[in-house]
Structures are given as structure tokens and as C-alpha cells.
């Protein structure tokens, strides 16, 4: 019997643990803190600086917005991280991105504190990742991990021995997510695969999936994994988000009031196609998406904790 992991109630217990450890630290009298850096007005990354700023608020930590115009220059974008580096109410600093092209993303990248970095997005902190001497493992990565390491306890599973040894197969190998995911696993000694456009290019995906006891799928392509990529009795997680047309039966797309053709949010794995023939998959939406946040405050808390000498 397939079991859909419940994301969001996993995000919602995370969430109670990090409002405990932050009433404890503010008992002490620190207060965890996060600061987005949103240059100019993109509506994605306006819309994920949102979400940060709602379970700041929901968490009780403190919450700063940097935003400066889309025209900024770089050197002064970087001036802003070196004052959020040398402010002790900003635990971590999230930078939102696409930036303006007059910026870099590696140079504001490198010039964050590595002791702030929370999704691991300086290279000091990847090395570490790739090193397997993890400070602040990557939001939506670790999410991944959480998800798996929770599924496993509820199975009766040791999450150790879950991991170690397991077929993992990992489809993407972007420096957020793909690459970061396959670390992590190979941390836990699992044998890990990376697959990305060219495997599907060669014809080979299909070889690789099908061998994975574990597949996280990751390539922001709606309909990417169907059964036929799917091993009997796989454990699923997509981390896949798109934005796809409702169709009817015909496969025309059905409109709104508008008249504009109504969207709906899906993962890159076909859902009710692939479900039966798993042992447990995460859905979209509710699922990654749900833990990923929650990943990010504690990386946020450990970073305060990093901070004021109490790790
Ligand atoms: P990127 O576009 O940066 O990376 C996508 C990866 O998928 C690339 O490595 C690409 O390979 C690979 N890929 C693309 N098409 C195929 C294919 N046909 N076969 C095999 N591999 C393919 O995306 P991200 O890593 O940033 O995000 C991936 C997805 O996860 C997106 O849908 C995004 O919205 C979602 N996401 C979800 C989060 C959550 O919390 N749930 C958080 C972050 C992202 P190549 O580079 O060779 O082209």
C-alpha cells in the first residue's frame, strides 16, 4: 500500500520545535534573526520573501528586508551584506534571487559571512558540504533529507540504516538543489547517482531511475517521471514546482471567467500515474515546498546559536 508522506504536517511539527528553541534562546535574551535581500521587484522572489517574512512573524524572530532599487550597483548591494554581516540582530541573510544583470550573484554571494550563509550558498560552505563537515545544510536539499529521515522513523526504520547503502537517484544537478541533495545522501553513505538533461539526452534516464530504491527529482519539468521510470516499491520525493494548464477530457485547456486558461501547480513526477507503483512519494503541492522554509529557520536558529557561543 502506497503511503503519501504528509509534508505538511511534517513542516507544521517542524515548526513547533523551532518556536520551542526560539522561547528558549529568547529566555535567554537572544532573539534568532533572518534578512532577505531583494533587489528591485521580481514577483517570485517577492513572493518567497513573503512566506520568510510570515514565519518569522509565526516563530517570534526578528525579520529585515534589504531592497534596494533594481538600478542599484553592485558595490553598493555589497556594502548592504557588509552591514547585515556586522548586525547582531541578523542571524542569517537570505539573498533572493534573480539579481539585476548588473549584478553578480557570486560576488554578493562571497561577500556574505560564512557564519550567516543559512542555505549554503557560499563556496566555503559547499566545500564543507561537499566534505561532508555540514554547518548549514541547503533549504530545500535538506528538506529532502528531513522528509526521508522522518519517513524512515515512522517505518521503525533507523534513518542510519535507511540511508546507508540505499540506490539513490537524483534527477538534476543544479547547485541549489540536485547537486547539494546528492551530497547529503552520499554523506549518509548511500550510493548516489546524479542525472541531469544530458542523461535524458543519451536515451539513459530511464536506466538510472528504474534502479533507484530512492528518487528526488528535481528538474522543474511537469510530467517528467512517469511509471515507466519508476522502480516497483520506490520511495519518491519530488521537488519539482510548475505551473501547468488544466485541460478537460479532450485535452483542451479549460477557462477561467476570464476567458484566460486556468493553471494549476505540479511536481516533475506524474502523480496519480506513478503513486500505486511506490512504497511512498511526496505530493505537489504539499509536499517538499512545505519543509523547505521551516529548513531554512533552523539553519537560521543554529546560526544564532553559532553566533552568540552557544555551539
Ligand atoms: P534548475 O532549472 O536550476 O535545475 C534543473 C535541473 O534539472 C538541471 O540540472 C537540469 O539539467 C535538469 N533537467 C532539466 N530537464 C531535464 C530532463 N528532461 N531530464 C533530466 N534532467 C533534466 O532548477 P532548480 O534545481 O532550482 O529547481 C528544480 C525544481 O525544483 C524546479 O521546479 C523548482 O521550482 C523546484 N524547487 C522547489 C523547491 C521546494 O521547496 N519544493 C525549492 C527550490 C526549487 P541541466 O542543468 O543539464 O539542464
Redesign the pocket.
Known amino acids: 500500500m502506497t503511503k503519501v508522506i504528509d509534508c505538511v504536517a511534517i513542516g507544521e511539527e517542524l515548526m513547533k520545535e523551532i518556536v520551542k528553541e526560539t522561547e528558549a534562546l529568547k529566555a535567554k535574551g537572544i532573539t534568532p534573526g533572518i534578512a532577505t535581500l531583494l533587489v528591485g521587484d521580481d514577483f517570485g522572489a517577492n513572493m518567497y520573501r513573503g512566506q520568510v517574512e510570515k514565519f518569522c512573524e509565526e516563530a517570534g524572530f526578528n525579520y529585515i528586508n534589504e531592497n534596494p532599487a533594481a538600478d542599484v550597483s553592485e558595490a553598493e548591494v555589497i556594502e548592504i551584506v557588509k552591514k547585515l554581516n556586522a548586525n547582531p540582530t541578523v542571524s542569517g541573510i537570505l539573498p533572493l534571487r534573480p539579481f539585476p544583470e548588473q549584478i553578480s550573484d557570486s560576488a554578493v554571494i562571497n561577500s556574505i559571512d560564512v557564519n550567516k550563509d543559512i542555505d549554503c550558498f557560499h563556496p566555503f560552505n559547499m566545500g564543507k558540504l561537499a566534505m561532508g563537515e555540514v554547518t548549514f545544510p541547503p533549504?530545500?536539499p535538506a528538506?529532502v533529507i528531513e522528509i526521508l529521515e522522518r519517513y524512515a522513523t515512522e517505518e521503525g526504520i533507523d534513518p542510519k540504516d535507511f540511508f546507508e547503502g540505499a540506490e539513490i537517484v537524483v534527477?538534476?544537478?543544479?547547485n541549489?538543489?540536485?547537486k547539494p541533495a546528492a551530497y547529503l545522501a552520499v554523506n549518509r553513505n548511500a550510493t548516489t547517482s546524479i542525472?541531469?538533461?544530458?542523461?535524458?539526452m543519451k536515451g539513459n534516464?530511464a536506466k538510472h531511475t528504474t534502479g533507484a530504491d530512492i528518487l528526488i527529482v528535481?528538474?522543474?519539468?511537469a510530467d517528467?517521471i512517469g511509471p515507466d521510470l519508476v522502480k516497483a516499491g520506490a520511495i519518491v520525493i519530488d521537488?519539482?514546482?510548475?505551473r501547468v494548464k488544466v485541460l478537460d477530457e479532450k485535452g483542451e485547456p479549460v477557462l477561467n471567467d476570464k476567458g484566460k486558461p486556468k493553471t494549476k501547480t505540479v511536481g516533475?513526477v506524474s502523480f496519480d500515474a506513478v503513486k500505486d507503483k511506490t512504497k511512498a512519494i511526496t505530493p505537489?503541492p504539499g509536499?517538499?515546498?512545505s519543509?523547505?522554509n521551516r529548513m531554512l529557520m533552523k539553519n537560521a536558529l543554529k546560526a544564532c546559536k553559532i553566533a552568540n557561543g552557544l555551539l
Open positions: 533549504a530545500t528538506a534527477v538534476g544537478h543544479s541549489i538543489v540536485g542525472t541531469h538533461v544530458f542523461t535524458s534516464l528535481a528538474a522543474g519539468k517528467l521537488v519539482g514546482i510548475n516533475d505537489v509536499g517538499v515546498g519543509v523547505t
